[in-house]
């Protein structure tokens, strides 16, 4: 019974979907349920192409019941994916056909599950963030209104570590509100010109001024022919930052950064600056997953130095925003290079 009528709602459907009659016989799919499968898929039996006892059951309540059923599958078609499986009765009476089809569709929805998961991993890291300094703080509060009263000394010295704590907290709110503003404006273009050399000697500058441990210590390798690019001064600013200080702080004080801004050799139409340490590097495992959200190789380590592990996260959205590149070799023991492409 393939008729051209129902093979025209299953060519309509933006998902896979087959149309079946009672003895679960396919009478007719669509283009992407062939793909899917990859074979043609009509006269064969359903349980050929699915066996899951989800999918069966899904099915033929169906077909009992007349009522429409889903169900989430998980298939390993050509990679592992998940599906919404949803079955619909196409009865006798409403079709004016002699006889009852089923309607099957299947519903890609890995990247939901995906987000969703990211969603709810993403609040509990954020809740994990904020409860470690809250709990520090709530502690020295009760400290303070108790015990350490009258104790002048001991008073400064949790003031200074109420301080301490507050301003992490203040760090992170302003990290997260960077990242979701950021997400917002991924794919609009940034405006305005940036000379990045000039940025760069800024930060060292900078970063000098702020902690003694980090003066002294960055070799700047420039290239005067560089012309300004096109980005958000800003916003590059706040990379080159994070991947100068990252160098800086998680390397020993008395070893040096080389950073080296070029061109492109080949194309020329890259700006490329390398920054190299000699700190203890990462072992290749932590490298795919150190831009993810509040993702640190050594966690307290990270944190006692004031980190939220939210600055590649925030460096990677700055650069794809700019059409940019970042990526990190490293050897454990050896040291680490950070590098960023931007177009030119
Ligand atoms: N040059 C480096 N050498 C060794 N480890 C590094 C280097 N750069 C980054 N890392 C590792 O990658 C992790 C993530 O870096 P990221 O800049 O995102 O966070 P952070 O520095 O911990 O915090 P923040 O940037 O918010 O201060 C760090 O915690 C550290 O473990
Ligand atoms: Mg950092």
Not at 66 to 89: F, I, K, V
Not at 296 to 317: P, Q
């Amino acid at each position: 019974m393939n008729s051209p009528f129902y093979q025209s709602i299953v060519d309509a459907l933006p998902q896979a979907a087959i149309i079946m009659d009672s003895n679960l016989r396919i009478q007719c799919a669509n283009e992407r349920a062939q793909v899917l499968f990859n074979r043609s898929l009509e006269g064969v039996g359903f349980v050929r192409i699915l066996r899951q006892p989800a999918a069966l059951t899904c099915v033929s309540s169906t077909l009992e019941t007349g009522e429409y059923n889903s169900c989430n599958l998980l298939l390993r078609l050509n990679t592992a994916r998940t599906y919404m499986a949803s079955a619909a009765m196409l009865s006798r009476e409403e079709t004016a056909s002699d006889e009852d089809l089923i309607l099957f569709t299947l519903t890609d929805i890995s990247a939901e599950i995906a987000a969703e998961k990211s969603r709810s991993t993403f609040v509990a890291n954020v809740s994990h963030e904020l409860r470690s300094p809250l709990t520090s703080l709530m502690g020295v509060v009760e400290t303070l209104k108790g015990p350490a009263r009258k104790d002048e000394v001991a008073r400064d010295r949790f003031l200074d570590l109420m301080q301490g704590e507050t301003e992490r907290m203040s760090r992170l709110v302003g990290d997260l509100l960077s990242l979701s503003k950021l997400e917002a404006k991924e794919h609009v273009a940034p405006e305005g010109e940036v000379d990045i050399s000039r940025v760069i000697r800024r930060i060292i500058a900078v970063l000098a001024e702020g902690n003694p441990i980090y003066k002294g210590r960055v070799e700047f390798i420039e290239d005067k022919t560089l012309s300004p690019i096109q980005g958000d001064r800003d916003e590059l600013t706040e990379v080159f930052q994070n991947l100068i200080e990252n160098a800086l702080k998680y390397s020993a004080p008395e070893t040096s950064v080389k950073i080296e801004i070029s061109k492109d050799t080949e194309s020329l139409k890259w700006l490329e600056v390398a920054i190299t340490d000699s700190g203890d590097g990462i072992a290749p495992e932590h490298l795919p997953r150190l831009t993810e959200r509040f993702y640190r190789v050594d966690k307290g380590r990270s944190r006692e130095m004031g980190g939220t592990g939210l600055g590649l996260a925030i460096s990677k959205h700055i650069l794809n925003r700019h059409r940019g590149k970042l990526w990190i070799e490293s050897e454990l023991g050896q040291g680490t290079t950070v590098s960023v492409k931007l177009p030119l």
